[in-house]
């Protein structure tokens, strides 16, 4: 499944969380814990990004983008350029690589499609959700 690029738009604001690995936790009658994990990959990273007071047009592109990914199964490619602010000197920023997951295997997803919220006319706050999801290992 091909990669789409999302749109190079900047957030307002982010949140990451970096997903966890497989296991599971068995635990005695005594207390005793056991973890079996299960790969050596994390999956179910988590990804929200909202652009606030956003011209329709850049949000149009996500709406497109959503679209274009979910009709396929395809997956989302962010770069330094619309997830991770820069730093002075202009070079990406050290939490970059966690944002795009080029330090892992996991492919962004939808986790749920777009939220537009309509600020006035002709200007729109965009919420977008995705989930790391491990594919083709």
């Known amino acids: ?5 999302f749109p190079a738009l900047v957030p307002s604001s982010r949140s990451y ?3 966890v690995f497989p296991e ?5 009658q ?4 056991v973890r079996v994990r299960y790969g050596n990959q994390r999956t179910n990273s988590r990804l929200t990004l909202t652009f606030s007071n956003i011209a329709d047009d850049k949000a149009d592109l996500v709406l497109e983008n959503y679209v274009n990914v979910t009709k396929a199964g395809n997956y989302v490619v962010f770069t330094a350029s619309n997830v991770a602010r820069t730093t002075t000197s202009g070079e990406p920023g ?4 966690w944002f795009s997951e080029t330090n892992s295997a996991l492919k962004w997803k939808y986790a749920s499609p777009p939220s537009v919220q309509s600020v006035k006319p002709g200007l729109s706050t965009v919420s977008c959700e995705f989930v790391g999801e491990l594919e083709g290992i």
Request: proline share 14%; no cysteine.
């Open 1 to 5: 499944m091909p990669a789409v690029d």
């Open 17 to 19: 969380q970096p997903g």
């Open 24 to 28: 599971t936790r068995f635990e005695a």
């Open 30 to 33: 005594n207390g005793a814990v």
């Open 94 to 97: 050290v939490l970059t690589p």
